[in-house]
């Protein structure tokens, strides 16, 4: 059994979600109490922060911390998700250069209200608008008070579909960043991939994967 307070970072792969990430570190190390701290989805990779005994009474300080991601865009399609899991709802013929994308970005830094995708997590009088999204029903988000502190393009993964690394305030959708940036565009995207860098101090260097954890191989704060 693991008895310490601590915090280890997780390098969560693509294609699992964090509970069940969460839920298999429980398994293989055995605290008393475990949880993660920021929601990554099934889709995202990289650092999600677990807390562990006493260290889960820092969720609050974590969820809100400064995020980095690196992300693609994907420019000229938009899904219901605004995802590549979703369905296509909307497409249209464009051709967007680097220097048309880098110039845009330049609008998106500072301090915004944003508009959570309806499928998230944000719950809607109770229910979680993912599940009302699942089921038809039409429904409006609040927007949400976010910071973006630097958006920048890396450089171009294919026609029209980018890579950027933008560093954000905790509660930040990434998916609605995409969306946003490409009707600025006067077009529809999709977030193909993303991936966690930073969470607060903490860097994808000093993450570790479930098989370096379920094999002894990883290290821990002591909190």
């Known amino acids: 059994m693991f008895d310490k307070n601590a915090i280890i970072v997780l390098n969560k792969p693509t294609g699992m979600s964090s509970s069940l990430a ?7 190390i ?11 989805d099934p889709l995202g990779s990289g650092v999600l922060v677990l807390g562990i005994n006493k260290g889960t009474k820092l969720f609050d ?3 809100n911390k400064v995020k980095t991601y ?4 994907s420019f000229g399609i938009e899904t ?14 464009t051709n967007i250069s680097l220097e048309q994308v880098k110039e845009c970005c330049k609008n998106f830094v500072g301090e915004f209200d944003q508009i959570p995708p309806k499928y998230s997590a944000k719950k809607v009088n109770g229910k979680k608008a993912y599940n009302l999204a699942r089921q038809g029903e039409e429904f409006e988000l609040k927007t949400r008070h976010i910071t973006i502190y630097s958006c920048d393009v890396l450089y171009q993964v294919g026609n029209n ?3 950027f690394e933008i560093t954000c305030s905790g509660g930040t959708y990434i998916r609605s960043l995409c969306r ?13 991939a993303i991936i966690r860098t930073r969470c ?14 379920k094999s002894g191989k990883f290290e821990y704060i002591e909190v």
Do not use: W
């Open 161 to 163: 579909t980018f890579m």
């Open 22 to 28: 969460v839920q298999i570190v429980k398994r293989t």
């Open 200 to 213: 607060a101090d903490l860097t994808l260097k000093q993450a570790y994967t479930l098989e370096e954890i």
């Open 30 to 40: 055995k605290p008393n109490k475990i949880g993660h701290m920021g929601t990554l």
């Open 70 to 73: 690196r992300a693609v865009f």
């Open 180 to 192: 946003d940036i490409a009707y600025s565009l006067s077009t529809y995207g999709t977030m193909l």
């Open 80 to 93: 219901d998700t605004l995802d590549s899991e979703g369905v296509v709802i909307n497409k249209c013929d």
């Open 61 to 63: 300080e974590f969820l």
